[in-house]
DNA sequence: ATATATTGATTGAGTAATCACTCATTTTGA
DNA sequence: TCAAAATGAGTGATTACTCAATCAATATAT
């Protein structure tokens, strides 16, 4: 077969059971319906991953890796400390808002599900570069020293809510967008 | 039987519950186990609940209300805004150290259960006064005018990040708790 | 005081449903 | 023609929950 159309069933699978998941959540999705979603039967699923715990650990890299390449897409090298952050802080955000699923899926994984250290240090692998960039502004004294994976977590956890927020809130008059950002400026940054 | 006697059966269900829940999550815990751990049969779980989802929230609704309680003990009713909410800051992340079991279990369960809407007003309702202050402090101009569910949410997510922080390092040098506050005070309320 | 009856809690083997995963067979495409 | 991929009924394990039988505590009768 070629190629394409394996890639292409892979794809189909990983689709589908981010789509449940966001749904049900993944604990609570057989196997079984991700296939019937997929449109594929039951014993394929398991050519391609060879066991549920593995098409977790598949669907929260495929989302990392999705969600890191839009990240730095367009990341002003040259800007300010500022700029670069809001510039994640922004794209961060916008992701969360056009991929609802993944958002949430990528959340309820990492939150509940025990990935193996090697999947770890994949999914940590794109930003690196983000990580660098706040310890060589903490040294410059543009940024508060305080440790920088605990300012990585608040800032994944502001966003993740503020996202929430944003989705729940069909009050377009509060911009939480902005808000967010401020307040991690005004408390974490600066 | 004595009405103290079912009491403590209750109870030890439920405490063994949140003890097997806090060390592979309630998806993944049969009520098999959880009654076996309490001491008690199978079938005598299902005296006291009717179903697991029903003990999965009548977990939650115990937890948030032994924190409620321990929350607003000494509350300085009569002190500055910074005060009242640095009062509720350190008997968070306090209570989160002391019963990390409970801690991880009710994040797990807001998390990825659905809670129905009763039991969701039940567990927000020991929390009204600490809003009611929120609200009152924006009115009198000593708190930045930001949504107070929004607050309140980065409030509680700050919190739960810098136990898991606290617990996570040894490195007893960073004191978290209070670079915590510092963020949350200088971000989001003045 | 002792035997008996009543009430309700406790028990755990049993049940039906569900699940992840297998593998012999069939289909596909070159 | 044939190798690789796809299939789905089947398997063994696990699960939430049931229910008839047992047990324990108290009340009543003798």
Redesign the pocket.
Known sequence: ??AQ??QD?QKAILEAAIAVFAARGF?????????KTA?????????????????ISEVYLEIKREMAAQMLEGFPSHGSVKDKMRHIWNRYIEWGLLHPEQFKVIHQISESFTLNESVKAQATEPFVEIERIARESIENGELRAYPVDYLAAIMDNLAVLTVQFIAKNDDKQIDYKAIGFEILWNGAIR
Chains 1, 2 share one sequence.
Request: glycine share 6%; no cysteine.
């Open positions: 077969m070629a159309k394996i069933k604990w609570n999705t057989p196997t079984s319906l991700i296939s449109g594929v039967a039951d014993g394929t699923l398991f050519n391609y991953f060879a066991t549920k715990d593995d098409l």
